[in-house]
């Protein structure tokens, strides 16, 4: 009790000197958000698709059309009567995980940001190779971030227009085959 009251009182000599402790002790059973009390509704529906490329022994590159990696949880999700919070959430948390840890410009800086970009190439490769078998050498990522329409407004004939349109790069990923 001792360490969260200084965890939450105004900063003083003994919060300062012994922070990294409290922290520690702190953050993994406590942590310390305003999302159940306010939270933070999402602005945009995300579309992640994936595709493949494969190189051939004579050397030529065969690219995959774009998959969806979005719909088929979004269809999972609707067709069970008792949804997993695993098949909601996976891909949505390690997209967030990847921004989080990359920002813009797609450059690992961290030992994070390399295990977020694993974690989420193997989500897409697992998936992509459940899916369409095949076998590939590599994965590109493409996000497409659809704004949500505000409750009543009036619904055009014309689908949205992404707010945002992000190509990652060529991923090297262990060989799939199915």
């Known amino acids: 009790m001792v360490l969260v009251f ?6 003083n000599t003994l919060s300062k000197r012994y922070s990294p402790q409290i922290n520690a002790w702190v953050f993994p059973f406590f942590e310390q958000n305003w999302r ?8 945009v529906n995300r579309q992640i698709l994936v595709r493949t490329a494969h190189t051939e022994r004579d050397g030529p590159v065969q690219v ?3 998959f969806d990696l979005t719909a088929v949880d979004s269809s999972a999700v609707e067709h069970q009567a008792f949804p997993s919070h695993t098949a909601q959430n996976m891909l949505r948390r ?14 690992a800086r961290t030992e994070r940001a390399l295990m977020m970009q694993k974690y989420l190439s193997n989500i897409a490769a ?7 078998g ?7 990522l493409r996000v497409v971030a659809l704004p949500i329409a505000v409750p009543g407004a009036a619904v055009g004939d014309r689908p ?3 707010v945002e ?3 990652l790069p060529w991923w090297k990923v262990t060989r799939h085959a199915k």
Do not use: C, M, T
């Open 6 to 11: 200084l965890h939450v009182a105004p900063a």
């Open 36 to 43: 159940l009390f306010a939270p933070d509704p999402e602005s």
């Open 64 to 66: 995959s059309p774009w």
């Open 94 to 107: 390690a997209w967030a995980g990847y921004v989080d840890s990359h920002g813009g410009d797609d450059k």
């Open 126 to 132: 697992d998936r992509v190779a459940d899916r369409r």
């Open 134 to 140: 095949g076998s590939f050498d590599f994965i590109q």
């Open 160 to 162: 949205p227009k992404p």
């Open 165 to 167: 349109n992000r190509l």
